[in-house]
């Protein structure tokens, strides 16, 4: 089992930068595919990107694309997900999430993951 804990979230104008944590508790960090997902007032949660297990592969929604990176250091177990170029639309609860498992078929719903973060808030100004 392994809890999540997110944070690195705030306010961020337009065009800026965040990065997001993801730290775990647990000695099999290494074991477990990595997802990010967000949540917008009035919207359902949606994929923003994932990891697998060592890191050799990543893979993004297509809005993010480009814009985020997602990376991981198993020996520390920690995740983050640096964020660029920000824009208005990325406003959202951001969640990292955990799934007990290096092969996730459907790595990009929801119901894939088996752990979740509390969530950190970002918002983007115009």
């Known amino acids: 089992q392994v809890q999540l804990v997110d944070s690195g979230g705030g306010l961020v104008q337009a065009g800026g930068s965040l990065r997001l944590s993801c730290s775990a508790s647990?000695?099999?960090?290494?074991?477990?595919?990595i997802g990010w997902f967000r949540q917008a007032p009035g919207k359902e949660r949606e994929f923003v990107t994932g990891?697998?297990?060592?890191?050799?592969?990543?893979y993004y929604a297509d809005s993010v694309k480009g814009r985020f990176t997602i990376s991981r250091d198993n020996a520390k177990n920690t995740g983050s997900l640096q964020m660029n170029s920000l824009k208005p639309e990325d406003t959202a609860v951001y969640y990292c999430?955990?799934?007990?498992?290096?092969?996730?078929?459907?790595?990009?719903?929801?119901?894939?993951?088996?752990?979740w973060g509390q969530g950190t808030l970002v918002t983007v100004s115009s």
């Open positions: 647990g000695r099999t960090f290494g074991t477990y595919t």
């Open positions: 990891i697998s297990c060592k890191g050799a592969s990543t």
């Open positions: 999430a955990a799934a007990n498992r290096c092969s996730v078929p459907d790595s990009r719903t929801s119901r894939s993951y088996d752990y």
